[in-house]
């Protein structure tokens, strides 16, 4: 009997060992409802109506953005934001997630994940594809974005856009 006994207290007590060894390797935490993810839903708010103008104020003015694997400026990501609601209407996001991660490195990234979906303003073809968008910061200013989505329709419509204006 005190075997069994000593077995199961030492089982306990190897468990709780194991716990809290999880526990210390974790890499960071992770709000939806903090500062910097109410920030990212406005952005994204903004860009749904049809004016990211407001990016500036939380972009580091050196910052690096990506749409995919091409690189832009803060102008060259806000006029390419604002520019998709020239050729779409209807404009959303399903399904949006925003959550931003506090990692134990000191680092900080808002993710954004959501089903972006629009109507062209041009062929009248509907689209829907999925999105994520990663937000790096440091102290209160985006300092990188990269948004990765499927873009055989964005670019199938500003061709017909270049076409119909002879751009």
């Known amino acids: 009997m005190k075997q069994t006994i000593l077995l199961i207290f030492s089982f306990i007590t190897f468990s709780c060992s194991q716990i809290n060894e999880k526990k210390d390797n974790n890499i960071g935490i992770i709000k939806n ?10 952005l994204a708010d903004s ?7 407001i990016a500036r104020e939380y972009f580091k003015p050196e910052g690096k953005h990506y749409f995919n694997d091409l690189e832009y400026d803060v102008d060259g990501i806000i006029e390419g ?13 399903n399904n949006r997630k925003i959550y931003t991660g506090y990692m134990n490195n000191g680092t900080v990234h808002t993710f954004h994940d959501f089903n972006w979906s629009a109507k062209s303003k041009i062929s009248g073809k509907e689209y829907y594809y ?3 968008c990663r937000w790096e910061w440091e102290s209160n200013k985006i300092t990188k974005t990269s948004c990765y989505v499927d873009p055989t329709g964005i670019l199938a419509e500003v061709k017909l856009y270049q076409e119909k204006n002879k751009q």
Do not use: A, M, R
């Open 33 to 42: 409802d903090d500062q910097k993810s109410l920030i990212i839903e406005k």
């Open 47 to 53: 860009y749904l109506q049809g004016n990211f103008d």
């Open 81 to 93: 934001y604002n520019f998709h609601s020239v050729l779409f209407e209807k404009i959303k996001h």
């Open 130 to 132: 999925p999105c994520h």
